[in-house]
């Protein structure tokens, strides 16, 4: 009989738990628990929560592109600092841990084979902050030499670990390319979806709608879909469903046809995927983009843009279209729009391929292929 793994999950907790980086660490580990074979030890490195403001508020940042006071807590080598000693402290509660899985990359002297699961390295974050198109509304806002010094403990960090899980083929390649990291060493794994697309609901409005989730709105193209939701009326009788704002973004009154859920819980954002005729997310940048998956596994159609990881999950022409990685305008979206919504066949088509992308965007499989390859190398 196989022994099992002694599996340590590192992560900086937000509270609730669920809610961390978008559910995605809850949701992994979760996954990795129902994994034959492994025993799953947490290692959590939770700040205590007036800690976390003091550390918030000492870098306190004001970005000028969006007018507003942000923090580079993230990124301060004092709150790295802090998060990996907790760290620690969990780890010597579990003595013998064959490998520990990292949530980004706090633990620079891990005391056990380290694997690091990312979805943008710190060089390409820099880049794409300092892209014109791509940074514009990115509401991180970091001092040029505190990303220098990021990129230089990550890339070192990166290098002496076990291995690197990244999100996309995107993340795993400007990894590479950046840190001379070998691409054999990089794993692509994905991510799995957090609403519940097993869950058969009741349609939540009678009219047919389009459907945009995404709390960075501006990031996420929301400003470009509600210029072009102008020009698709001319031609369809839907309504655009937006989750994510907590409130009207724009001066002036909300639109006819124009709905909004506000911070909707994933339980009723599932029944808005479900039932829904389009997914439209144009994002300026997306490291992964786990909405645009949650969409295909409902069988809906996807509109994003033609850059970073996006192109791996939207094949245009065939579950969805893309729109081009620098446009900005909200004619063309719409025509996008117009032609998905007109497309029956790729509509059908999109509905038979949704339990092959259930298979494939599960937190299961992520968490088999994470085991598969620590299974792998420690054979070695």
């Given at each position: 009989?196989?022994?099992a793994?002694?599996?340590?999950?590192?992560?900086?907790?937000?509270?609730?738990?669920?809610?961390?980086?978008?559910?995605?660490?809850?949701?992994?580990?979760?996954?990795?628990?129902?994994?034959?074979?492994?025993e799953i030890a947490?290692?959590?490195?939770?700040?205590?929560?007036?800690?976390?403001?003091?550390?918030?508020?000492?870098?306190?940042?004001?970005?000028?592109?969006?007018?507003?006071?942000?923090t580079?807590?993230m990124?301060?080598s004092?709150?790295?600092?802090?998060?990996?000693?907790?760290?620690?402290?969990?780890?010597r509660?579990?003595?013998?841990?064959?490998a520990?899985?990292?949530?980004?990359?706090?633990?620079?002297?891990?005391?056990?084979?380290q694997?690091i699961?990312?979805?943008?390295?710190?060089?390409?974050?820099?880049?794409?902050?300092?892209?014109?198109?791509?940074?514009?509304?990115?509401?991180?806002?970091?001092?040029?030499?505190?990303?220098?010094?990021?990129?230089?403990?990550?890339?070192?960090?990166?290098k002496?670990?076990?291995?690197?899980?990244?999100?996309?083929?995107?993340?795993?390649?400007?990894?590479?390319?950046?840190?001379?990291?070998?691409?054999?060493?990089?794993?692509?794994?994905?991510?799995g979806?957090?609403v519940?697309?097993q869950?058969?609901?009741?349609?939540?409005?009678?009219?047919?709608?389009?459907?945009?989730?995404?709390?960075?709105?501006?990031?996420?193209?929301?400003?470009?879909?509600?210029?072009?939701?102008?020009?698709?009326?001319?031609h369809?009788?839907?309504?655009?469903?937006?989750?994510?704002?907590?409130?009207?973004?724009?001066?002036?009154?909300?639109?006819?046809?124009v709905?909004?859920?506000g911070?909707?819980?994933l339980?009723?954002l599932?029944?808005?995927?479900?039932?829904?005729?389009?997914?439209?997310?144009?994002?300026?940048?997306?490291?992964?983009g786990?909405a645009?998956?949650?969409?295909?596994?409902?069988?809906?159609?996807?509109?994003?843009?033609?850059?970073c990881?996006?192109?791996?999950?939207?094949?245009?022409?065939?579950?969805?279209?893309?729109?081009?990685a620098?446009?900005?305008?909200?004619?063309?979206?719409?025509e996008?729009?117009?032609?998905?919504?007109?497309?029956?066949?790729?509509?059908?088509?999109?509905?038979?391929?949704?339990?092959?992308?259930?298979?494939?965007?599960?937190?299961?499989?992520?968490?088999?292929?994470?085991l598969?390859?620590?299974?792998?190398?420690?054979?070695?």
């Amino acid at each position: 009989m196989e022994k099992a793994l002694r599996i340590g999950f590192a992560c900086e907790w937000s509270e609730p738990r669920e809610k961390t980086w978008s559910h995605t660490p809850y949701s992994l580990l979760q996954a990795l628990h129902r994994m034959p074979g492994a025993e799953i030890a947490d290692v959590p490195g939770q700040l205590h929560p007036l800690m976390l403001k003091v550390l918030k508020l000492l870098t306190l940042r004001y970005n000028p592109r969006l007018g507003d006071v942000v923090t580079q807590v993230m990124f301060s080598s004092a709150h790295s600092r802090m998060v990996e000693r907790q760290m620690h402290k969990a780890m010597r509660r579990h003595p013998q841990l064959d490998a520990v899985i990292s949530i980004f990359d706090f633990l620079s002297t891990p005391e056990a084979p380290q694997y690091i699961y990312y979805d943008l390295c710190v060089a390409e974050l820099r880049r794409v902050l300092a892209d014109p198109l791509q940074g514009r509304y990115e509401r991180m806002s970091y001092s040029s030499s505190l990303l220098r010094k990021r990129e230089e403990y990550q890339s070192k960090v990166f290098k002496q670990s076990a291995g690197l899980f990244a999100m996309s083929e995107y993340a795993a390649r400007t990894t590479a390319a950046a840190y001379g990291i070998d691409p054999g060493a990089i794993h692509v794994v994905r991510a799995g979806c957090n609403v519940n697309v097993q869950a058969q609901t009741e349609r939540p409005m009678q009219k047919q709608y389009v459907l945009f989730v995404g709390r960075d709105f501006k990031r996420k193209g929301g400003e470009l879909l509600l210029d072009a939701y102008e020009h698709v009326q001319k031609h369809h009788d839907v309504d655009v469903v937006i989750a994510g704002p907590a409130e009207w973004m724009r001066q002036g009154p909300v639109p006819d046809g124009v709905h909004l859920l506000g911070n909707a819980p994933l339980s009723q954002l599932s029944s808005y995927f479900q039932h829904a005729q389009l997914f439209v997310m144009p994002s300026y940048y997306e490291a992964f983009g786990i909405a645009f998956a949650e969409a295909l596994c409902y069988g809906v159609p996807v509109i994003a843009r033609n850059s970073c990881a996006m192109p791996e999950i939207v094949r245009h022409g065939q579950n969805g279209y893309l729109l081009g990685a620098e446009s900005e305008s909200p004619a063309e979206l719409a025509e996008l729009i117009n032609t998905a919504l007109a497309n029956t066949r790729m509509k059908h088509d999109t509905e038979q391929q949704a339990a092959k992308a259930r298979e494939y965007y599960s937190w299961d499989r992520v968490a088999a292929d994470m085991l598969s390859v620590v299974r792998k190398n420690l054979s070695r």
